[in-house]
């Protein structure tokens, strides 16, 4: 009997990589794999390059129909997992509508000519009202960064091209080996305060959440959703029982650096975002980032594409609270169900092996 094929789209990002690793590891699909990154410029780990050499690899721009049209000539995918698409904070409306909208329906629309089995997207929790109230998958939503907003723009319109199949997945913060925008930033700056030997502080209070989800288990969702007994246009939040905020965060670098850790308060953090929240987010970002560039250059490394820098937007009291337990009901677990010190040691390992993260920090 044959294998499935699948079509991951985005392929050598970070949740990319990771659903690359586990489909061919597991031998569950034949693979083709497409990114506007070659394998060998992505900073895979050297297990995710040898996994990578057995997929189908495309390079491929998928802001030009031309390309995306390309993907499909001569082949037929029974699934498709789009990870496409700008994952960076902070860029403006045109940024996003080209490299958000624009590219995942471009991608979707030619997906339908072909009527592959299932489509899977995957947007963001962030789409949801940021409340402390966990939300559901029928929960409010009122973006709250600019990327979610058309992440949001993407999902209203894929649901409503005709023969297209539908799934959309919602996870919380991200986490995990190849992270560089999630929990990563925290983690660096804990590295930072260790070497500054100095108290690392934050905005607002510890009850700020900031729910998660480790990309294994992401990739192992995404997986099963292809497979699994859906409706078009169905969604499905991912996050797993740690309910992450702020504080449980802090307390994991607490333990990985041997640092202290402590937060601004409500009142201060209102005053701050009321009046200066703009020097303020540039003045400590400057402070993380001028000791990090000097930490890589005493170990050695040259270039990374780690960065302590948290972008403003992330930087408001925005609650990421969402329910993950709707998947579960189609008979989905959570192998990671909490935001360990140790799972995030795991990060760290990664980036060492790939001299891209000084060593001697950890505790």
Not at 156 to 161: A, D, F, H
Not at 210 to 218: A, C, K
Not at 241 to 259: S, V
Not at 304 to 320: A, F, G, M, N, R
Request: glycine share 6%; with cysteine.
């Amino acid at each position: 009997m044959s294998k499935p094929t699948v079509l991951i789209l985005g392929a050598t990002g970070f949740i990319g990589r990771a659903l690359t690793t586990y489909l061919v590891k597991q031998d569950l699909a034949t693979v083709t794999t497409v990114d506007k990154t070659l394998p060998e410029c992505a900073y895979l780990s050297k297990e995710e390059e040898a996994l990578f050499s057995k997929t189908t690899f495309m390079q491929k721009n998928l802001l030009q129909p031309k390309a995306i049209a390309e993907i499909w000539e001569g082949a037929k995918y029974e699934y498709v997992i789009n990870l496409a698409a700008d994952t960076k904070y902070g860029h403006n409306d045109e940024v996003y509508a080209e490299r958000v909208e624009h590219l995942s329906l471009a991608c979707a629309q030619e997906a339908a000519k072909h009527s592959p089995k299932k489509y899977i997207e995957a947007s963001t929790a962030q789409v949801y009202e940021p409340t402390e109230k966990p939300k559901k998958e029928d929960g409010h939503t009122d973006p709250f960064t600019n990327l979610a907003k058309y992440k949001l723009k993407v999902e209203q319109q894929i649901v409503k091209i005709s023969g297209l199949n539908t799934v959309i997945v919602r996870p919380a913060t991200v986490y995990g080996p190849g992270d560089r925008l999630g929990i990563a930033p925290r983690i660096i700056c804990g590295a930072v305060y260790k070497h500054a030997g100095e108290t690392m502080k934050f905005l607002w209070t510890k009850e700020l959440k900031i729910n998660t989800v480790h990309v294994s288990d992401v990739a192992r969702a995404l997986w099963f959703l292809c497979t699994a007994p859906t409706k078009s246009g169905a969604i499905y939040n991912l996050a797993d029982k740690n309910d992450t905020d702020q504080g449980k965060i802090n307390e994991a670098l607490e333990k990985m650096f041997g640092i202290k850790t402590k937060f601004a308060g409500k009142l201060m953090s209102g005053m701050v975002s009321k009046l200066s929240m703009d020097s303020v987010v540039a003045e400590v970002n400057d402070k993380h980032v001028a000791p990090w560039f000097q930490m890589t250059k005493e170990k050695g490394i040259a270039i990374t594409p780690l960065s302590p820098y948290i972008d403003q937007e992330l930087l408001y009291k925005k609650h990421l609270s969402i329910d993950g337990s709707a998947i579960e009901g189609l008979g989905f677990k959570y192998e990671v169900p909490n935001m360990t010190d140790e799972k995030l040691r795991e990060w760290v390992k990664y980036f060492v092996d790939l001299k891209l993260f000084p060593d001697g920090y950890l505790q």
